[in-house]
């Protein structure tokens, strides 16, 4: 049985859910099935609290975690578009 900040998280990780759910998201799509398999995975876990406390920083991370990991998305598109721009020419 989950316990305080855990519950807390499950909480509004189902609440996320519905409202998606609500808003015709499909139910396949990768954010509902995220979102599902963080509630089953903090059921199951070892230590739940730890594991909400995981999510919660993935889910909502502080600025410096944003600009690190918009940057590398960043540098991935201008990868992808010199690779394709070098693939035409060769």
């Known amino acids: 049985m989950l316990e305080g900040s855990a519950k ?9 859910l ?31 609290d730890e594991y909400a406390k995981y999510i919660a920083r993935k889910l909502i991370s502080d600025e410096i975690s944003y600009n690190i990991r918009i940057k590398k998305e960043e540098n991935v598109k201008y990868l992808k578009r010199i690779q394709k721009d070098y693939s035409r020419t060769s």
């Open 8 to 16: 807390k998280v499950e909480k509004a990780l189902l609440e996320v």
């Open 18 to 48: 519905e409202i998606t759910i609500f808003q015709n998201f499909k139910e396949n799509s990768k954010f509902i099935k995220d979102y599902l398999n963080y509630v089953k995975k903090m059921q199951l876990a070892e230590n739940p």
